[in-house]
């Protein structure tokens, strides 16, 4: 059987020096009297001192590179793991410096400290071996940089969002659109799940971004999912993702606004099984696994809208009471803009001083017909209906009065205007135009209630005594036998 013989060649102290004089890293060796006594090529390529010129005894080597470390101070004394060594405080590391070079440039290195023992075990040299780490530090800085700069655009794209939906962005004088928004502000407070009413065109959508945005999870995603936009059949996997061993798995509503919120437009659209399944998706909050048939959301805020009353949306059977109980938390009440009369001059003024802002044209005046014109009407599709119609009002005209025949024709049907008021004569108090606005806004409840005046008040948002009391007033005598 053959056996391998290793023969037992010894390195001698000069070939060692000989093959690290040519290393491509700068190496350096050091006595006990931090004087250098060995001096390779590529360390004076790195530093541009020459060998005659590092070598020479009693000269220290951070007299001659100022090290200094990665926040610009000194490295001197303890700070230097190389001194650390030669005190017995460090074996063998590493340290990234800053050193000074002959022509005063600076340039960064990664040195090795080893240090070098007699046979004895006693601490004569300490070898320091250094490598060029300029363009991987540029790499570094430029990295560090370009996060800096996409911290900064975060929080720049995170103050313009709380700006944009902050609450003093919504122009609202009335107690019943601030009764509203104290409770959105309140809720902005908690991860309680938020139920928000009202008809479309009320800002359901912007109430509910302005209480993400202003609650602890601004930084998280805000996903809006419309129930009534897909179909049926489509909405269970919409809602929770599919499998995700499934081909084109989805990953749901749900799962994607995981960590932030959820807004769920028209709940009640959600077909009756699904409105289960979400509502106890909501009591088993822990995770996002599916167990014994149950869906569990993950960690994910739950805010609805309707545009239907709670309570008759679910005597109405659109709402399971289970999911009411469950996402009726707080309760959010936005008020048709026809129940708040007395919001729409500063509406108006708002998108005139937007549209000026934007445009060329300054509108600077409202003629009399046209205040009286916009009171009047209904406002079906409420403040966005408002918003786009003076939008176009102030396209479509010229000069710095908004005229009556500049509204879209829809506001300007003559069952709605006020009757004799002429553009060259003042114009009626606005008690008077708001007093009919009112009167006008009584009687389209009571025909949507069919005369009840007790639905009425509901629609509204009123009490019945107030309503009551307001019809007295303005003489208005609803049908008989109706309550």
């Known amino acids: ?39 390779n090529k590529a360390a004076e390529r790195m530093l541009g001192y020459t060998r005659e010129e590092v070598m020479v005894e ?22 230097c793991v190389g001194s650390q060594i030669f005190e017995g405080q460090a074996g063998g590391a590493r340290q990234r410096v800053l050193l000074k070079r002959k022509d005063g440039r600076r340039t960064w290195a990664e040195v090795v400290f080893t240090p070098l023992k007699d046979a004895a075990g006693k601490l004569e040299m300490v070898l320091a071996v250094m490598r060029d780490i300029n363009q991987a530090k540029h790499r570094e800085d430029e990295i560090r940089e370009s996060a800096e700069a996409i911290r900064k655009q975060l929080q720049q794209y995170q103050a313009e969002l709380t700006q944009k939906y902050g ?28 139920l928000i009413a009202g008809e ?15 609650s602890g999870r601004l930084n998280q995603p805000f996903i809006t999912g419309s129930c009534s936009a897909i179909e049926p059949n489509a909405l269970e996997t919409t809602l929770f993702g599919s499998s995700s061993h499934a081909r084109g798995a989805q990953a749901g509503w749900i799962n994607e606004a995981a960590g932030g919120t959820l807004f769920l437009q028209d709940v009640e659209a959600l077909p009756a099984r699904l409105q289960l399944m979400l509502a106890q998706a909501i009591q088993n909050r822990s995770g996002n696994a599916i167990e014994n048939g149950e869906k569990k959301l993950p960690d994910v805020r739950i805010i609805a809208s309707t545009r239907h009353g709670a309570d008759m949306a679910m005597y109405d ?9 469950a996402i009726n938390v707080i309760h959010i009440h936005l008020p048709a803009l ?55 009002t102030y396209a479509l005209g010229k000069g710095d009065t908004l005229l009556a025949e500049d509204l ?9 205007a006020l009757p004799g008021i002429d553009e060259t004569i003042p114009a009626t108090s606005l008690d008077e135009i708001l007093e009919h606005a009112e009167r006008r806004a009584i009687l389209a409840a009571l025909r949507r209630a069919r005369g009840r005046r007790n639905l009425a008040a509901k629609l509204m948002g009123i009490s019945r005594s107030r309503l009551y009391r307001r019809m007295e007033a303005l003489n208005i005598v609803p049908p008989k036998g109706k309550q």
């Not at 479309?200 to 202003?214: C, D, E, L, P, S």
């Not at 059977?317 to 109980?325: D, F, N, Q, S």
Request: charged letters at 20%.
């Open 58 to 79: 009693g000269t220290f080597c951070y007299q001659l590179f100022q090290c200094q470390d990665e926040q610009g101070r000194p490295i001197t004394g303890k700070s």
């Open 408 to 416: 879209p024709g829809t506001i300007r049907g003559e069952e709605l």
């Open 167 to 194: 609450f003093e962005q919504i122009v609202a004088s009335s107690e019943s659109m601030q009764a509203g928004l104290d409770k959105a502000r309140a809720a902005c407070q908690s991860d309680l799940p938020v």
């Open 317 to 325: 059977g659109a709402l399971r009471a289970e999911l009411l109980y």
């Open 1 to 39: 059987m053959a056996t391998s013989v290793v023969s037992n060649v010894r390195l001698t102290p000069e070939a060692l020096m000989d093959s690290l004089s040519e290393a491509l890293d700068g190496v350096m060796i050091l006595n006990c009297n931090r004087s250098v006594i060995f001096y």
């Open 200 to 214: 479309a065109g009320v800002g359901m959508t912007t109430t509910a971004k302005m209480i993400h945005y202003h």
């Open 338 to 392: 026809r129940e708040r009369t007395e919001d729409i001059p500063l509406l108006v003024q708002h998108f005139i001083d937007r549209c000026n802002r934007m445009g060329t044209r300054q509108v600077k005046h409202i003629a009399p017909r046209a205040w009286s014109l916009l009171l009047a009407y209904d406002w079906p599709g409420n403040v966005r209906e408002l918003q786009h119609a003076i939008e176009s």
